[in-house]
């Protein structure tokens, strides 16, 4: 991990069930960070998350008992706003999803801390300028989405989404500090409710409804179907990687043989010859004709499945 030089004191604003493994992030990179909560159990709370996910860390090999020691000691929890904000450089805001909520903290957070901070808010669902706008905010420029997926500390990715306002020098510094901390970053362009990974997921979840509700499916049923079929794939392959191994031909002529115009994006690479793997060429450039990549995914199943063999699953 990579600490930036100009970043000394994080303020985790909300440290529920997002934001301790947030915090989690930082002390791992070696940040003090403050956590703020309202109550002290929850301050307490929190920070037993934190030292037991640490402690996993350590289980897994990714840390050193004394490492880990040594990132708990960087978490400060505190009941008071003021104190997290103080000379703060960055903040993350972790708050229960109420846009009312978000922007009376933002704008507590534009008015406490320095002008140079950073703050971004971890909203699953609000855009930056719904949270900013017309709402007293000295400093729009230094506002942005930087939304994690839970367990935030397990999971790389991060979307970062600018407002209307913000300045290209916040995207860049914010996904420069969450590179140092290993993150997986993906800048979206374009404000959308929900950004983008919860849009997936809610277009699954309405699919999801219609087979429940209209008894085609248990909800254990849905479950077996994603954990024991595509869901294990995806995490290799996406959608896209997986359109190139199966071959954007193969794609393309289901559609045209079911009398559907085939989607533009791969009608147009299926006539200029980019098949997908077996061209070397698709969404992706792939110079050993995916190779590399079909064994990845090959050795990850079978990791799976030798699990399931060894634990009755199957």
Known sequence: MKKCEYI??????????????????????????????????????????????????????????????????RLHPTISIEEAAENADYVSESALESLSLKRRIFADLDRLCPAKCILTTNSSNFTTTSIIK????????????????QPPHLLP???VVGG???AKETIDMTCDI????????????????GHAGNRIQGAIGREI????????CTP??????????????????????RNDLIGLDFVYNAATSAGIEPWEPFKVRVERGEL???SGKGFYDWPDFGKAMEHRQNMDLLRFLKRDIEEGKL
């Open 276 to 278: 997908g793997m077996k």
């Open 220 to 241: 254990e049923m849905i479950d077996d179907i994603i954990m024991y079929s595509f869901g294990r794939r995806m995490a290799n392959t996406g959608w896209f990687i």
């Open 157 to 159: 990715l991060v979307e």
């Open 8 to 73: 000394n004191k994080v303020a985790i604003i909300g440290a529920g069930l997002m934001g301790y493994g947030i915090g989690i992030d930082f002390v791992r990179a070696g940040y003090e960070t403050w956590m703020f909560n309202t109550r002290q159990e929850t301050s307490r709370t929190a920070m037993q998350r934190a030292k037991e996910a640490l402690s996993l860390f350590v289980e897994a090999g990714i840390l050193s008992a004394v490492e880990a020691d040594a990132a708990y000691a």
């Open 134 to 149: 017309d709402n007293q905010i000295n400093h729009p420029e230094r506002c942005c989405v930087a939304h994690y997926f």
């Open 209 to 216: 409804r219609y087979l429940v509700d209209n008894n085609v």
């Open 178 to 193: 969450l590179s140092g901390m290993q993150k997986k970053v993906v800048v979206i362009p374009v404000e959308v409710s």
């Open 164 to 166: 209307e306002k913000t």
